[in-house]
């Protein structure tokens, strides 16, 4: 007697071949005839595959994702499956006011309606640009049909000069130029530019390379695919396997919640500090981690990620881009340097049917200048670090991308090597400091901490990525480059700024920087942990008395019904930010029946 798993029953044959509702059978066959698939083909007991397509004109960056399925198809069907292809409500980073932040949640509410509500047995989620990694992921969790990632990887390395130049990287460091004189508009237009060369998503560690690269660390990816350029011939060959193994993990009912355990967001969370990826990661994670049940928490960051050394050397944080990470290995040369020294789970398994380990183990480093030997890293420590005092309850920063001269400037004093505190300038959103940061009336000096409130999930909404914030263009001249920043907003993972980000509460709830005030010191201790604005309690209790007698800490109205829904119900970016009241719809293939029939 063989112990091969027997095969679920493919709930689509609820719709295609139930014998017992002839009525129904017939309506939903005639629709889905109608393209040019045979009743044959749906009536065969083939299971049925969605791609989940999240590139569109509006979502250039996972736009090859258009060109890849067709790829996918050929896999798809060749395995035995049939493909069917739909659109997932497109997020695109940069170009979607107020925030891309505010549609993560909302592509996710339109991806658990697609896979549960539709004759679906497995999902090819194709992912890319930032939230859309997440999103797929979360709505992967919650309706916990066999699903499979693919990434369309990251554009080719942009070049200027004979220098790499990196996605968002290159506008942070444009915008200082600009502001110190070195060069026009027109020649910061072009140095962006420069940035883009091809299609594909951010080729930095961005968030984009982030998520994938940790899609690929929890298990969700084939192994090795996640760094695979959009424009390689390999991108093309991959999307073929994947279609061909998301068959197959339909007949073996491999689904997310087999693969996605708590050990593999630790392995996750491991990996993220190994590759200097993005501060949105803990965000993300967050949110997976709900929808699927697994308890996950900011400590597990600092427990298991602050002491893990940066190895991959990628703007921002390092050199290179997006090529020479493939080329280097990707994420299995990471994960082998990672479980040489015991930090892996290796057990955890798979989308290929493999283990962590038994995929990753022995995995060669092609490039050190890239990524790096375990024992000779670009940085240790390099994972995030967790702050709390009486601003915030919680918030991360990332020391992996602290430079000489942060360090030298704030972190330099031999009695108290790890704390600074200066006098807070606060700005109220994005538009107030794009107004007033070169007034030299607001009296910025390199000591000053620059702080921006109102930018967190409720008061934005969708908390925006602004809090990285330059340094006034007179204090630039001066060749002062950074200064610490602080907020509740988030900031872009293309962006070196050693900032204290994604502060819990904000502002917009009664969190502590509602309360903050312009020239009040603040004091930043790392190895404590703390941020504390330095002012006796009875006057912070005196201040959020005031606050709540002029009616709470004020942001922007609505404007779209979808900004007001979701102010209602979103929780703070410590706990991923998610829809509150959604994590209980848990595992619903399995736990909630079929949804009823339609007419
Ligand atoms: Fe889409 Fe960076 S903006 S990947
Ligand atoms: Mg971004």
Redesign the pocket.
Known sequence: MSDAPVPPQLRSRAWFANDENIDMTSLYLERYLNFGLSLDELRSGKPIIGIAQTGSDLSP?NRHHLVLAERVREGIREAGGIALEFPVHPI???GKRPTAGLDRNLAYLGLVEALYGYPIDGVVLTT???KTTPACLMAAATVNLPAIALSVGPMLNGWHKGERTG??TIVWKGRQMLAAGEIDEEGFIKLVASSAPSTG??NTM???TTMNSLAEALGMMLPGSAAIPAPYRDRQEVAYLTGKRIVEMVAEDLKPSDIMMREAFLNAIVVNSAIGGSTNAPIHLAAIARHIGVELTLNDWQEHGHKIPLLVNLQPAGEYLGEDYYRAGGVPAVVAQLIGQGLIHENTMTVNGRTIGENCRGAEIEDERVIRQFDRPLVADAGFIVLKGNLFDAAIMKTSVIGDEFRTRYLSNPDDPDAFEGPAMVFEGPEDYHRRIDDPALGITPDTLLFMRGAGPIGYPGAAEVVNMRPPAYLIREGIGALPCIGDGRQSG?SGSPSILNASPEAAVGGGLALLRTGDRVRIDLSRGTVDVLIDPEELERRRQDLADAGGFAYPASQTPWQEIQRRLVGQMDSGAILEGAEKYQRIAQTAGLPRDSH
């Open positions: 960056c695109q980073e940069t890319g640009c930032d996605s968002g998503y951010c961005g968030t984009a293309t």
